[in-house]
């Protein structure tokens, strides 16, 4: 009877720990793939680019999305739009809780015509 219980509670220990890791990859993913219409883009240095806010929104949405992921962050700026060249890069900025600024890189990972795949460290 005990062997049981203790293999219950072990088998159910070792599901909510993967659940709650699944949750959190799904969560803190810190990719994104954007489509590109005449909302979303702009142009820089003869590029077309992804504009400032969607990509300050985003960041700013996922920066910290758990309490276990990130820090918190709000007020994300980016200088300009990311360019849509994979490889392009960007750095965006945030204030944290005490007030000092965070650095934000932003590579692009894949464009193509109709969207770009962009993600940021943390």
């Known amino acids: ?7 219950g509670l072990v088998g159910g220990a ?6 709650g890791g699944v949750g959190t990859h799904l ?6 793939t954007t489509p590109l219409d005449k909302y979303s883009t702009m142009a820089v240095d003869g590029h077309k680019a992804l504009k400032p ?4 929104g985003r960041v700013g949405s996922r920066y910290h999305p758990l309490p276990w992921v990130g820090r918190k962050v709000s007020d994300v700026r980016c200088p300009t739009g990311l360019k ?3 490889g392009a890069t960007l750095t965006c900025t945030g204030k944290q809780d005490d007030g000092k600024t965070v650095d934000i ?4 990972v894949k464009a193509t015509d109709s969207s770009v795949t962009w993600t940021f460290q943390r």
């Open 14 to 19: 070792t599901a909510v720990v993967a659940v």
């Open 53 to 56: 806010g969607i990509v300050e």
């Open 1 to 7: 009877m005990r062997r049981k219980f203790l293999i």
């Open 105 to 108: 890189p932003v590579t692009v």
């Open 27 to 32: 969560l803190a993913d810190a990719e994104s």
């Open 84 to 86: 849509i060249v994979k």
